[in-house]
């Protein structure tokens, strides 16, 4: 009897090895799933690849390490009934779908290429009833970013290297950004602080229950008190004013939920509430994405793609969340009319918002399947996409104005009648209820105290994570995708620092950026790199031929790049000098750059060629052995922790920054710092010490 000849199965090529196991899931015995691990062809690192006179045709290759990836796909591609691409639903999935396409020599006209924007059975089913060709507008916004990136990155590096330091590179957007952290640090360095005083009082009325009141007008105008001669003129005044309650005024406030998330606001708040870097933000989102194993379910995708502008969410996913809030929360808690959240001016809204694929799948009900960081992210994901259907809070609030002369004090208070939607989403805290005592109009009202305050105004605050994501997305610097790079480049190339959580300009990049804001403005121009990114957008709807735009930008930078290699300044970086003596020759050791980041290094080379790591000392003498210093250090999963130089001799350790100073309570031998609610405070680390303090 013949065999029965085996039935082919269609090939589904998808990134990751996580997410082909989850679809496997849902496509069933017809299908193979197949990963291309990432982008398997590129443009060389070796060289330019890049034909500026061709018409700016790429020259790609098979990236390396991958070839054995492709043959295997390859193989699989020959004996299957036919390929489906499935790579992710933007610019760069279509790019690898397009590579794949002519490696496996696919068509790229024929119906190959699904997309889904969550990796659930119902967007699996979907995405197989709607195949269609490669987008080629896509591929061409995609090649145009990537082949200029190329251009400016290959020609101003070197550049760099003859000009300032050997090993310096220059991007396209990651330029812009540290243009904006520089910008902010010369308003730092510019601005003039101005003394200016505010008084507080402590009031009461008949009920004697003491409550606080600002001075809120003079001669029923603004005022600013300039100094303590002005401030101690007006306390005296106060004092010998007859005050009484002049107005009371009785109203509601209601505040309103946000929107569910976009990859710029997911990774705002994973930054302010639970201190996630925007790298390990998109790390987890991805996980998260593709596909975790939740036991008796299986592998299942739990939150929507993580790389988008919009806000908008699908009218299923609306009408079951709206079901749940009934359901499990009550009606009162349900917005009386479903909201619809309007995206930012010039968002592409490809793809819905990022949200659970089930809001029936609770945070508490997977927590034994997650590690701690997924569980804290889909958290913050189902929370603040539950709460984007909800009522708003609402509070009773009381304004008391109180007149004396020609001072007029102010006090308010609020109770919160009704949480609304804050019952739900912790990235937003309740208003702390501030209760007045009864009080009615035209009540006198006795002055305790009047407390002057002497204040200088401060300069704008540098650029934490989130608020340089904030920036970046305000201006329409990068896209959704890029965020997280552009934040993790301009740090490893050494252009930026940290100072707490804050970003500080290096030496090297004021230097670079001096350089280039100079000598090619438009690269590090926001303005103009904003309308690089809406030009891309047009490429992808057809309206611009991408050759034609990497024309009108690349001649004209070409010009500029001849003038700036006779033109441009070369500037010398002194290395930094320490105090750390070199056990050779007895030079102090200077700081070097390598490709590792900072080493100690002999300023005699190549006489002496003794070099050291770089120990970053916080000038703290190790509290444990007093004869190391404590350094500050990095863990694997680069979380920063203070240990002592002599290590593994001596191994103390702590995740907080040790300070100078014996504990006055109970004389332990140092204080440590942290921050707490946005405050830094100075504490006891012994546990049976309760020494605590603001740090001035």
């Not at 952290?181 to 005083?197: K, S, T």
């Amino acid at each position: 009897m013949p065999r029965k000849k085996k039935k082919k199965k269609k090939l589904v090529i998808v990134e990751s090895p996580a997410k082909a196991k989850t679809i496997s899931k849902f496509l069933g015995k017809g299908f193979e799933v197949a990963a291309s691990m990432g982008h398997v062809i590129d443009l060389p690192k070796s060289q330019l690849g890049v034909d500026v006179n061709e018409d700016f045709k790429p020259k790609y290759i098979t990236i390396r390490g991958k070839g054995k990836t492709l043959q295997n796909l390859k193989k699989k591609a020959k004996k299957s009934e036919g390929v489906l691409l499935a790579t992710d639903p933007d610019r760069e999935g279509e790019a690898i779908s397009w590579h794949l396409a002519h490696a496996l020599k696919i068509d790229e006209d024929s119906e190959c290429r699904i997309e889904f924007n969550e990796i659930t059975k119902t967007a699996i089913k979907n995405a197989l009833d709607e195949v269609r060709s490669i987008d080629k507008d896509r591929v061409n916004a995609q090649q145009a970013r990537r082949i200029l990136d190329r251009l400016v990155g290959y020609k101003l590096s070197p550049l760099l290297w003859y000009k300032v330091r050997k090993g310096l590179s220059a991007g396209r957007v990651q330029s812009v950004a540290v243009k904006i952290i520089c910008d902010r640090e010369e308003e730092i360095e510019a601005f003039n602080p101005e003394e200016y005083w505010t008084i507080d009082t402590k009031v009461k009325g008949e009920s004697k229950q003491e409550f606080s009141a600002k001075l809120h007008r003079i001669n029923g105008e603004k005022f600013r008190i300039a100094n303590k001669k002005e401030s101690d003129k007006i306390v005296k005044a106060l004092e010998e004013e007859n005050l009484k309650i002049a107005k009371i005024k009785e109203s509601k406030r209601r505040r309103y939920p946000s929107a569910p998330f976009t990859t710029s606001t997911l990774q705002q708040q994973a930054s302010t509430k639970i201190n996630f870097s925007t790298k390990k933000t998109m790390y987890l989102a991805q996980q998260l994405y593709e596909g975790l194993d939740l036991g008796a379910d299986g592998t299942v995708g739990l939150i929507t793609y993580m790389r988008t502008d919009s806000t908008r969410i699908s009218k299923e996913a609306k009408g079951n969340l709206r079901k749940y809030i009934k359901d499990n929360l009550g009606e009162k808690y349900l917005s009386k009319k479903p909201k619809n959240y309007q995206a930012k001016s010039g968002a592409q809204d490809a793809h819905e918002a990022i949200r659970p694929t089930s809001v029936f799948r609770t945070p508490d009900k997977i927590k034994g399947y997650l590690n701690k960081e997924q569980y804290k992210l889909y958290k913050l994901i189902w929370e603040r996409f539950v709460a984007s259907q909800m009522s708003p809070a609402l509070y009773k609030t009381l304004t008391v104005d109180i007149k004396g002369g020609d001072y007029w004090l102010r006090s308010k208070g609020s109770i919160e009648l009704f949480p609304g939607f804050l019952k739900v989403d912790s990235t937003k805290q309740s208003t702390k209820d501030e209760l007045l005592p009864e009080l009615k109009e035209g009540e006198n009202i006795s002055l305790n105290k009047v407390i002057p305050e002497q204040h200088f105004t401060k300069p704008p605050a540098r650029y934490t994570e989130a608020k340089l994501v904030k920036t970046l997305e305000k201006k329409g610097i990068g896209r959704p995708s890029t965020y997280a790079t552009i934040v993790a480049t301009i740090q490893n190339r050494g252009y930026v620092e940290r100072e707490g959580s804050q970003f500080k300009p290096t030496e090297l990049g004021t230097v670079v950026n001096g350089l280039l804001s100079k000598h090619f403005p438009k690269v590090t121009d926001i303005e103009f790199t904003a309308q690089l990114e809406d030009d891309l957008d047009r490429i992808e709807s057809g309206e611009v031929d991408w050759v034609q735009l990497l024309k009108d930008l690349y001649f004209p930078f070409e010009e500029r790049l001849e003038e700036a290699r006779e033109n441009m300044e070369n500037v010398t970086l002194e290395d930094e000098v320490t105090d750390e003596i070199c056990e050779k020759c007895g030079s102090n050791m200077v700081i070097k750059h390598g490709r590792y980041g900072k080493f100690l290094a002999c300023p005699e080379y190549p006489e002496c060629k003794n070099t050291k790591p770089f120990l970053n000392k916080i000038g703290v003498k190790c509290p444990e052995c007093e004869t190391g210093d404590v350094v500050k250090r990095k863990s694997k999963k680069k979380r920063t922790f203070y240990g002592c130089s002599n290590y593994p001799e001596c191994e103390f350790m702590t995740w907080n920054k040790p300070v100078n100073e014996k504990c006055p309570k109970c004389g332990n031998k140092f204080l440590v710092e942290k921050n707490s609610k946005g405050q830094k405070k100075i504490y006891c680390i012994n546990k049976e010490c309760d020494y605590e303090r603001n740090k001035e």
